[in-house]
């Protein structure tokens, strides 16, 4: 069984569509995260969700919208997808409480999206 | 600005030798710090957590140190072998640092 499991893996698609990447986790966690990795393979936090409230927001660009219809799914829907947006994303989950943090977070396999 | 940094971006070391892997971060006061191994094509997997009271984790192979008067961690490997061959990752909060990749040669 997959502890965090991302759908789909790889993700091409052209200049200006809208794309959804989708997230589950079957490990009861609070808290799950969105994570960007780009080409020099620097991990950046995007989101962070806890019990389906948004805590976390980094500067990230209006286009992307995180969505979390419960505990154990975070979605995110980018919209006019740029070539800038090509990366690695990867979505993970801990069990956070009221913390601020990752913990002992279990990340999926990523998602490689490429623009076009 | 939170800021940590991971010295290597990579380093090399003969099979059996011990990997010493440092992470320094600034204006952080962090209750704990992580590290993580990314192997590629893959997401990053938990190794250890050590907390701010904590001087030093062992986990097998793996020992991690906190200095939270230097701001660093040290994070070592013993008896390294190929197959620990991957990136490492510290983390701290939310923030992850750039990773050394470890390469173990025969």
């Known amino acids: 069984d997959t502890a965090v499991s991302q759908t789909p893996k790889y993700l091409v698609t052209q200049m200006g569509n809208d794309k959804s990447i989708k997230c589950e986790q079957n490990?009861?966690?609070?808290?799950m995260y969105w994570y960007k990795q780009d080409s020099k393979k620097f991990l950046k936090i995007m989101f962070s969700?806890?019990?389906?409230?948004?805590?976390i927001n980094e500067t990230v660009p209006n286009r992307f919208s995180p969505k979390s219809p419960d505990k154990a799914h975070l979605n995110l829907h980018i919209n006019s997808l740029e070539l800038g947006d090509s990366a690695v994303y990867f979505c993970a989950s801990s069990q956070q409480g009221t913390g601020v943090g990752l913990g002992e977070a279990f990340f999926g396999q990523g998602t490689r999206l490429t623009v076009v | 600005s939170q800021k940590i940094e991971q010295n290597s971006e990579a380093l090399n070391i003969q099979e059996g030798k011990t990997a010493t892997l440092t992470c320094n971060y600034t204006n952080y006061s962090p209750a704990y710090l992580q590290w993580y191994r990314q192997d590629p094509g893959r997401g990053p997997v938990f190794l250890l957590l050590i907390r701010e009271n904590e001087k030093e984790k062992r986990k097998e192979r793996l020992k991690v140190t906190f200095d939270t008067t230097l701001k660093q961690s040290l994070f070592h490997i013993t008896a390294s072998q190929p197959a620990d061959s991957a990136t490492y990752l510290c983390a701290l909060r939310l923030l992850f640092g750039s990773g050394t990749k470890l390469n173990v040669k025969p």
């Open positions: 490990l009861g966690h609070d808290t």
């Open positions: 969700y806890n019990n389906k409230e948004l805590i």
